[in-house]
């Protein structure tokens, strides 16, 4: 039995597979985020332990029985979080997590400092680690000169599960320190943030041994002291999860935000069009990562405007969509990523008439959020990257009328998992399971079973091709009128 545990932003899971892949069971447990000013997000680095404790205590509890065959742990976890640890090993202030905003003034300089884009392979933002540091270093001074470590959210359970200071490639790509081409700590990084290697913990492939289960913990759990993998970033470990290792393979995350990511077996950055690229949670493979901030996310503001649920909106979409709306949305709600790196972007509805019903606002917000993702699409191809059939995750994977949306825009080929359990504990799992064997062993990753299948429609995206021009202009239009 292999146990994988995600530290998320919003609760922690906890997944128990089997030796041959098979999902037993998952428990959860939540966590909060703290907002102490506007633009900030913290949480409390014990929080993440007790909800690892009452994750795990609950699969305990139901399956003590194959619990006790634990063979195996591996860890997957939100990325960029800042933990600030003393000479004591203990927290110095909350975790800084990956969606606070405060950094923002501290990623220029950074960049002045050193050549970031080329050596981490991509864009300072306000988002990743290295520039909270330099904020840390100018409004908390005495906390920064305290700082005798920096862990990543999952390294920080690492160390209350081991006693052991590591992380793996895919988290520490996140951080802006790591040389991502070479796959080691880059001294000018760390120099530029007024830090040294010293304040980082090894860096493993995700695959590797990275401690072993404490005694008194493993006697508590009622198990043999096990190995820890070094795990990943909850992407790649999602990539893990669903086989996407080689290239041409990718896969589609429909949630709060959108991620096309593509697994490549080079370094291919693309920071003119703020495309991320990072190394993979396996040896020898990297990966490409485009994002749109605001996908579900605006089905969800929607629902909030309309009084109803999202899953009720999507309804309204027939699943066979014959015609493009004739409303246009911009989906730029808190800004974008790839490709235009603009935080102060903002979105809009374009086209509305007096006959505008519910149903056409719904398609134009899923048509609006498509033709983003096919603006990531387009940024990875002119990366070098060459994507085959991509799968489907995340929530709003659930609408099969908005994949197809989404099919026609991009033009790719969409396959939706059987299992919907294929995400970041999953994972964690199968690095757990890979890290039992000397050497690593694509047939650890193997892709889940295929429940279908959709492909582009022909007359739809045949129709999409102008709107696609029509979006691209009204965000130069809009964007530029709102900031000019």
Excluded at 189 to 216: K, Y
Excluded at 339 to 353: E, I, M, S, Y
């Amino acid at each position: 039995m292999h146990l994988g545990i995600d530290i998320g932003t919003s609760g922690v899971k906890a997944l128990m597979m089997t030796d041959a892949g098979q999902v037993l069971a998952s428990r959860d447990a939540a966590l909060t985020t703290s907002r102490p000013h506007p633009g900030w997000a913290e949480q409390n680095p014990d929080d993440w332990i007790a909800a690892v404790q009452a994750a795990v205590g609950a699969l305990r509890h139901d399956f003590p029985a194959d619990f006790a065959k634990l063979a195996s742990i591996g860890l997957a976890g939100q990325m960029h979080g800042a933990t600030l640890l003393g000479a004591d090993d203990r927290p110095l202030r909350p975790c800084i997590l990956w969606n606070d905003g405060r950094a923002a003034d501290h990623c220029a300089p950074f960049e002045s400092r050193a050549d970031v884009r080329g050596l981490s392979g991509n864009i300072a933002m306000a988002g990743f680690t290295a520039p909270k540091l330099l904020w840390v270093a100018e409004q908390e001074p005495h906390t920064f000169a305290a700082t005798r470590m920096v862990l990543l959210p999952k390294d920080y359970v690492r160390l209350w599960l081991t006693g052991e200071k590591a992380t793996d490639m895919s988290d520490a790509a996140g951080t802006l320190w790591l040389d991502v081409g070479q796959r080691r700590w880059s001294p000018e990084l760390l120099a530029a943030t007024g830090l040294t290697p010293d304040h980082m913990p090894r860096v493993l492939e995700g695959t590797a041994v990275s401690g072993h289960l404490r005694a008194d913990l493993a006697a508590e759990w009622g198990v043999s002291p096990v190995p820890v993998a070094a795990g990943g970033g909850d992407n790649a470990a999602t990539a893990c999860g669903m086989g996407v290792l080689e290239p041409g393979a990718g896969f589609l995350s429909l949630g709060t935000s959108g991620v096309l990511f593509a697994a490549t077996r080079d370094f291919r950055p693309n920071t003119a069009e703020a495309v991320h690229a990072f190394c993979h949670a396996v040896p020898g493979r990297w990966h490409q990562m485009g994002v749109t901030l605001s996908a579900v996310d605006s089905l969800s503001w929607l629902s909030r405007q309309m009084g109803a649920t999202p899953p009720e909106l999507a309804a309204l979409v027939p699943r066979d969509v014959a015609r493009a709306s004739d409303v246009m949305f911009l989906p730029y709600l808190s800004g974008e990523r790839t490709p235009h790196n603009a935080p102060t972007a903002r979105g809009a509805f374009v086209g509305l008439a007096a006959s505008t019903d519910r149903a056409q606002l719904v398609q134009a917000v899923m048509e609006g959020v498509a033709f983003a993702l096919a603006d990531v699409h387009d940024a990875l191809g002119r990366s070098g990257v060459a994507m085959g059939p991509v799968l489907a995750v995340g929530g709003g994977a659930r609408s099969e009328s908005w994949l197809r949306i989404i099919a026609a825009a991009t033009g790719l080929t969409l396959l939706i998992p059987e299992s919907a359990d294929v995400g970041a504990a999953y994972g964690a799992a199968k690095l757990a399971r890979a890290c039992l064997s000397p050497g690593f062993d694509a047939g650890h990753f193997n892709p889940p079973p295929i429940r279908a299948t959709i492909t582009p429609d022909p007359a739809l995206a045949a129709a999409y091709v102008p709107r696609r021009a029509r979006f691209r202009q009204l965000y130069a239009a809009i964007n530029g009128a709102q900031h000019g």
